[in-house]
């Protein structure tokens, strides 16, 4: 069975160990491809992947995670850095970020699509929260990331203590407790 190039040894070792299947990280990508008829008998299925013919055409076609190479990377790190600078800076045109509207605007419309790094999620909302934002731009999130972002959501949530009020004597006529 052909998978394509873009799918990497840890991609395909992570969606068979979310599926019950364990991979050994030792062998390499070579030896899994090889091998993942048997990996695919034993696969465990939900309702992402439905069945077989759903997992073959997933492993067939383009992997879903962003990857820019290193050259994009640096530039998309310094457009997104520049756009937190100038929100830092409370959105003032100079010579040091954007000299005009559209300059942030034409940054943040060419790093969106790369809403996986941290640092264009942050840039993203940053210039939403702008006065010169022309549109509201949803960075692309690959669900991967979504989820660990909704799972680390679900663990930094608040614990909201009971406030209980009670009166007593006279000499302390009311008692509060956080619990």
């Given at each position: 069975m052909l998978v394509d190039k873009s799918h990497s040894k840890k991609d395909i070792v992570n969606l068979f160990k979310k599926h019950g299947v364990i991979i050994d990280d030792k062998l390499s990508k070579g030896n899994i491809v090889k091998n993942i008829d048997?990996?695919?008998?034993?696969?465990?299925?939900?309702?992402k992947i439905k069945n077989v013919t759903q997992l073959k055409e997933y492993l067939k076609?383009?992997?879903?995670?962003?990857?820019?190479?290193?050259?994009?990377k640096?530039?998309?790190?310094?457009?997104?850095?520049?756009?937190?600078?100038?929100?830092?800076n409370n959105y003032i045109f100079n010579e040091a970020t954007y000299m005009?509207?559209?300059?942030?605007?034409?940054?943040?419309m060419s790093i969106y699509m790369w809403g996986d790094l941290?640092?264009?999620r942050r840039a993203c909302r940053l210039y939403n929260h702008s006065t010169y934002c022309k549109n509201h731009i949803n960075p692309v999130i690959s669900s991967e990331v979504e989820e660990e972002l909704n799972n680390n959501k679900f663990i930094k949530q608040q614990i909201m203590?009971?406030?209980?009020?009670?009166r007593a004597t006279k000499e302390n006529?009311?008692?509060?407790?956080?619990?």
């Open positions: 048997k990996y695919i008998d034993n696969f465990k299925f939900n309702d076609n383009i992997s879903p995670k962003q990857r820019p190479n290193t050259q994009q640096t530039e998309i790190m310094f457009k997104a850095k520049k756009i937190i600078k100038w929100s830092n005009n509207s559209e300059d942030p605007y034409n940054d943040i941290p640092s264009v203590y009971q406030l209980t009020i009670k006529p009311i008692i509060i407790n956080f619990d």
